[in-house]
């Protein structure tokens, strides 16, 4: 397996970007679940997450990368082909 070594302080801040991601997500999906106390997602809360993160992450992630869908793609783990059909799916292309 090809694993990326990265250097110790660059390890250290993907830790740190990460954990704050984590956290804001926690704390984002406490103040949804407070919000609507037992009232059940017809959806279900999963399915709502993605569909509510989706649009924005492309978006950011693009614009972030100049429209560069090669890099974007990179960037989140995914092939360009696979990128192309969100964006397409989502009416960002």
Do not use: W
Not at 45 to 74: D, I, K, T, W, Y
Not at 75 to 91: D, M, Q
């Amino acid at each position: 397996m090809n694993a990326v070594r990265l250097p110790v302080a660059e390890a250290a801040k993907q830790t740190s970007s990460q954990s704050a991601l984590s956290e804001c997500v926690s704390r984002t999906v406490r103040r949804y679940l407070a919000d609507i106390g037992d009232t059940e997602c017809s959806e279900g809360l999963h399915a709502l997450v993605l569909r509510e993160v989706e649009v924005p992450l492309l978006r950011e992630v693009l614009a972030f990368h100049e429209g560069n869908q090669s890099r974007a793609a990179s960037a989140l783990g995914i092939n360009r082909a696979t990128l192309r059909k969100k964006l397409a799916l989502h009416g960002l292309l």
